[in-house]
């Protein structure tokens, strides 16, 4: 590692240095709306809507043709490849109707996870071959920003230390892969919140795991200042016995990031994982208050967490697109307050006595 | 790493980020004065004073017994071994006569640097043999943090892959072992000047070095809140025929760190290298002025430069003594403000210095 080798000029570094800060500008997130055919056919069968081409198109364009207002709340959207060659009811391509809007485009580019023999049941994602034509293609059609999906699970044995380093040498590649064609890499490390574990121990792993990935990407000469993370919060399994606030989430959150994200990354849009819709706003917005110093955006980037009320009021029927619609905005608009800390739950305290039950006893 | 074996306690964690805070509090870094007995040696040839221990107990002296001006500049002083042990004039014991006026006590604990075998001339650091007990008993005669410092540099082939791991994994045991001991580990990874390279390829070093650092002192389990880093400043070599200005020092060495070095690290304290005193000041302000996110203290760990006027200053000579120490003073007192940010050299407009901060994406 002695000499440098620049992979990237300074136009191409301040052109996607660019595109991040307007991903994450403040007040705005991201809306996942990347859901693969499989994982639509679960949304669409919850309320008994046909998976069929035309229902997936007719709910983004749903979605996408919401009021322009939207655009003070979502930054970016990802997008299936499916859908970025879709179109909305107006007959204009999606990526034009959400670019219009000042809305940044992104896309999917993993091809889901793959076995790690000989470990309990571990996955690498794979994706890698011929992607940078891929990502090529995708800028010309109107991309700016790409997302790749690792998963860790905690277990009594897993993480183990392959799976670590084979997922974050794997979101490396593809990080320096993007960032050739223009594209920003949105790097997530999901770690599952399946299980009995606490939340020391979810923060335990989140530290490590994101100091492996954050190595790998320094390794693979990846430009930090025009890439996002998209990391789980820091929270308990879903099976454990123990209850925490949103305040020891936000705090063990923050302190996993400060441990292990540099400075130079721009912004950080948590997944939503299993939280419920209030939940995701509610944990977004304690953790855009801890009393530390946060030098990166913290925001959004939900699927179910955005969509999930629009789904429900939807329920495959045209009379209820406007509520479906007043839905989705109404998600977005809290998430947007929760990403500068200033969304108020009706009956929950203001944020002077949030902020007091940030217990400073608490070391983590 | 799938589970947590926590190696502090909840007390032991807020201890050491206390000590972290206290040391790098706004307007405050460390004083160096750790030179080993063959460095003084270095020191004192050149105005002319023989090396006895007599003559390295009055230098320290005329440092510690300031008045309290530094009080508000210093917030620690690094020892060598020897003057731990040494007393002022009138018996008091150095290390209690620095704790008693606030600031905090550290000791040099490394041995120096040896050879690695098959390298073009890189080295690692030792000192790892006993460390703990060693630490134990610094602390019980006043020590609350310690330094250590590894040594890398850069040619055509180096720093190699090894010099770079087995450096960052030195400093990571170090660490390690100084924080069950009550004692904040300064972790230094020094990239020396010496060379022809330039800003870029300096930049381009270090942020290989504090990744792989940084990455050590994760895998040891070290408390980052509760250690401090010590590195150099990025700078062209000595030897680079391409002058850059202040700003340019300050952008490459910021980003470099932004890159790098996590948030909950509590302080950032520069060595000054080969820096004049005035270089090594009006960098450090520079530094603190530049215009991007820095969510540690930037301050200052110098030996030299903040001793160089006083040495001259003093040539040994008693009658000299207050002149020396004043001189330490303004040299403790210009830092403090360039670590604010507010320092005013004579002969350099802030106004017209902000304006030259070139675009980091050109990093």
Same mark, same amino acid.
Request: hydrophobic letters at 35%; proline letters at 4%.
């Given at each position: 590692?002695?000499?440098?080798?620049?992979?990237?000029?300074?136009?191409?570094?301040?052109?996607?240095?660019?595109?991040?800060?307007?991903?994450?500008?403040?007040?705005?997130?991201?809306?996942?709306?990347?859901?693969?055919?499989?994982?639509?056919?679960?949304?669409?069968?919850?309320?008994?809507?046909?998976?069929?081409?035309?229902?997936?198109?007719?709910?983004?364009?749903?979605?996408?043709?919401?009021?322009?207002?939207?655009?003070?709340?979502?930054?970016?959207?990802?997008?299936?490849?499916?859908?970025?060659?879709?179109?909305?009811?107006?007959?204009?391509?999606?990526?034009?109707?959400?670019?219009?809007?000042?809305?940044?485009?992104?896309?999917?580019?993993?091809?889901?996870?793959?076995?790690?023999?000989?470990?309990?049941?571990?996955?690498?994602?794979?994706?890698?071959?011929?992607?940078?034509?891929?990502?090529?293609?995708?800028?010309?059609?109107?991309?700016?920003?790409?997302?790749?999906?690792?998963?860790?699970?905690?277990?009594?044995?897993?993480?183990?230390?392959?799976?670590?380093?084979?997922?974050?040498?794997?979101?490396?590649?593809?990080?320096?892969?993007?960032?050739?064609?223009?594209?920003?890499?949105?790097?997530?490390?999901?770690?599952?919140?399946?299980?009995?574990?606490?939340?020391?121990?979810?923060?335990?792993?989140?530290?490590?795991?994101?100091?492996?990935?954050?190595?790998?990407?320094?390794?693979?000469?990846?430009?930090?200042?025009?890439?996002?993370?998209?990391?789980?919060?820091?929270?308990?399994?879903?099976?454990?016995?123990?209850?925490?606030?949103?305040?020891?989430?936000?705090?063990?959150?923050?302190?996993?990031?400060?441990?292990?994200?540099?400075?130079?990354?721009?912004?950080?849009?948590?997944?939503?994982?299993?939280?419920?819709?209030?939940?995701?706003?509610?944990?977004?917005?304690?953790?855009?208050?801890?009393?530390?110093?946060?030098?990166?955006?913290?925001?959004?980037?939900?699927?179910?967490?955005?969509?999930?009320?629009?789904?429900?009021?939807?329920?495959?029927?045209?009379?209820?697109?406007?509520?479906?619609?007043?839905?989705?905005?109404?998600?977005?608009?809290?998430?947007?307050?929760?990403?500068?800390?200033?969304?108020?739950?009706?009956?929950?305290?203001?944020?002077?006595?949030?902020?007091?039950?940030?217990?400073?006893?608490?070391?983590? | 790493?799938?589970?947590?074996?926590?190696?502090?306690?909840?007390?032991?964690?807020?201890?050491?980020?206390?000590?972290?805070?206290?040391?790098?509090?706004?307007?405050?870094?460390?004083?160096?004065?750790?030179?080993?007995?063959?460095?003084?040696?270095?020191?004192?040839?050149?105005?002319?004073?023989?090396?006895?221990?007599?003559?390295?107990?009055?230098?320290?002296?005329?440092?510690?017994?300031?008045?309290?001006?530094?009080?508000?500049?210093?917030?620690?002083?690094?020892?060598?071994?020897?003057?731990?042990?040494?007393?002022?004039?009138?018996?008091?014991?150095?290390?209690?006569?620095?704790?008693?006026?606030?600031?905090?006590?550290?000791?040099?604990?490394?041995?120096?640097?040896?050879?690695?075998?098959?390298?073009?001339?890189?080295?690692?650091?030792?000192?790892?043999?006993?460390?703990?007990?060693?630490?134990?008993?610094?602390?019980?005669?006043?020590?609350?943090?310690?330094?250590?410092?590894?040594?890398?540099?850069?040619?055509?082939?180096?720093?190699?892959e090894l010099a770079i791991m087995e450096n960052a994994n030195v400093?990571?045991?170090?660490?390690?072992?100084?924080?069950?001991?009550?004692?904040?580990?300064?972790?230094?990874?020094?990239?020396?000047?010496?060379? *022809?390279?330039?800003? &870029? /390829?300096?930049?381009?070093? +270090?942020?290989?070095? =504090?990744?792989?650092?940084?990455?050590?002192? !994760?895998?040891?389990?070290?408390?980052?809140?509760?250690?401090?880093?010590?590195?150099?400043?990025?700078?062209?070599?000595?030897?680079?025929?391409?002058?850059?200005?202040?700003?340019?020092?300050?952008?490459?060495?910021?980003?470099?760190?932004?890159?790098?070095?996590?948030?909950?690290?509590?302080?950032?304290?520069?060595?000054?290298?080969?820096?004049?005193?005035?270089?090594?000041s009006i960098n450090l302000n520079a530094i603190n002025n530049c215009?991007?996110?820095?969510?540690?203290?930037?301050?200052?760990?110098?030996?030299?430069?903040?001793?160089?006027?006083?040495?001259?200053?003093?040539?040994?000579?008693?009658?000299?003594?207050?002149?020396?120490? *004043?001189?330490?003073? &303004? /040299?403790?007192?210009?830092? +403090?403000?360039?670590? =604010?940010?507010?320092?005013?050299?004579?002969? !350099?407009?802030?106004?017209?210095?902000?304006?030259?901060?070139?675009?980091?994406?050109?990093?």
């Amino acid at each position: 590692m002695t000499h440098q080798f620049p992979s990237l000029s300074p136009e191409q570094k301040k052109e996607l240095s660019d595109i991040a800060q307007r991903i994450v500008a403040p007040g705005k997130g991201i809306l996942a709306a990347d859901e693969s055919t499989g994982t639509m056919g679960k949304r669409l069968e919850k309320i008994k809507v046909e998976n069929s081409e035309e229902n997936r198109r007719y709910f983004r364009d749903l979605l996408f043709s919401t009021d322009p207002s939207i655009s003070n709340c979502v930054g970016g959207i990802i997008f299936f490849h499916e859908t970025l060659y879709q179109k909305s009811d107006s007959g204009k391509l999606f990526p034009q109707v959400i670019k219009d809007k000042g809305i940044v485009v992104g896309i999917k580019v993993d091809k889901g996870t793959a076995g790690l023999n000989g470990t309990d049941g571990e996955t690498t994602t794979q994706g890698l071959d011929g992607l940078s034509e891929r990502c090529a293609q995708y800028k010309k059609d109107g991309c700016d920003f790409a997302k790749w999906r690792c998963v860790l699970k905690i277990s009594d044995s897993c993480p183990t230390s392959v799976a670590i380093a084979e997922n974050a040498n794997v979101l490396a590649r593809y990080a320096s892969i993007c960032q050739q064609n223009g594209l920003v890499p949105i790097v997530e490390p999901e770690i599952l919140p399946d299980g009995t574990h606490d939340l020391l121990r979810c923060q335990y792993v989140t530290e490590k795991v994101l100091a492996a990935v954050y190595k790998a990407l320094s390794d693979h000469h990846v430009y930090l200042e025009g890439t996002l993370l998209k990391p789980n919060m820091v929270t308990a399994g879903q099976s454990c016995a123990k209850k925490f606030t949103p305040q020891e989430v936000a705090m063990a959150t923050v302190t996993a990031l400060r441990r292990t994200v540099p400075a130079s990354v721009p912004g950080i849009c948590f997944l939503s994982g299993g939280q419920s819709e209030e939940e995701a706003s509610l944990n977004l917005n304690a953790i855009n208050q801890v009393p530390l110093n946060r030098p990166w955006k913290l925001s959004f980037s939900y699927g179910r967490a955005l969509q999930a009320s629009a789904l429900a009021a939807w329920q495959g029927k045209t009379a209820n697109k406007a509520a479906a619609q007043e839905a989705f905005c109404s998600r977005a608009k809290i998430n947007g307050l929760a990403s500068k800390g200033e969304y108020k739950a009706s009956g929950s305290a203001d944020q002077a006595s949030m902020k007091s039950l940030f217990s400073a006893s608490y070391i983590y | 790493m799938t589970h947590q074996y926590p190696a502090l306690t909840t007390e032991q964690k807020k201890e050491l980020q206390e000590i972290a805070e206290r040391i790098t509090a706004p307007g405050k870094g460390i004083l160096a004065a750790d030179e080993s007995t063959g460095s003084m040696g270095k020191r004192l040839n050149p105005i002319g004073v023989e090396n006895t221990e007599e003559n390295r107990r009055r230098y320290r002296q005329l440092l510690f017994t300031a008045d309290q001006r530094i009080d508000s500049c210093i917030g620690g002083v690094i020892f060598f071994h020897e003057t731990l042990y040494q007393n002022t004039d009138d018996g008091t014991n150095f290390s209690k006569l620095i704790k008693d006026r606030g600031i905090v006590v550290g000791i040099k604990v490394d041995k120096g640097v040896v050879p690695l075998a098959g390298t073009d001339g890189e080295t690692t650091t030792q000192g790892l043999d006993g460390l703990s007990e060693r630490c134990a008993q610094y602390k019980k005669d006043g020590a609350d943090f310690a330094k250590w410092r590894s040594v890398l540099k850069i040619s055509e082939n180096t720093p190699s892959e090894l010099a770079i791991m087995e450096n960052a994994n030195v400093l990571a045991r170090y660490a390690s072992i100084c924080q069950q001991n009550g004692i904040v580990p300064i972790v230094e990874p020094e990239i020396l000047p010496d060379g *022809e390279h330039d800003l &870029k /390829r300096c930049q381009y070093v +270090s942020e290989k070095v =504090l990744a792989a650092v940084y990455k050590a002192l !994760s895998d040891h389990h070290v408390y980052l809140e509760g250690t401090l880093l010590k590195p150099n400043m990025v700078t062209p070599g000595h030897s680079c025929p391409t002058k850059v200005s202040h700003e340019e020092i300050a952008m490459a060495t910021v980003t470099a760190l932004r890159r790098t070095v996590p948030p909950a690290v509590t302080g950032v304290t520069f060595l000054s290298g080969g820096q004049s005193e005035e270089d090594a000041s009006i960098n450090l302000n520079a530094i603190n002025n530049c215009p991007l996110a820095k969510p540690w203290a930037l301050t200052f760990s110098y030996g030299r430069a903040l001793q160089a006027s006083a040495l001259n200053a003093w040539r040994g000579e008693l009658s000299k003594e207050n002149a020396a120490t *004043e001189e330490f003073i &303004k /040299r403790a007192e210009a830092n +403090s403000q360039a670590a =604010l940010g507010k320092y005013q050299s004579s002969g !350099s407009g802030t106004a017209a210095g902000k304006s030259l901060y070139v675009e980091n994406h050109a990093y």
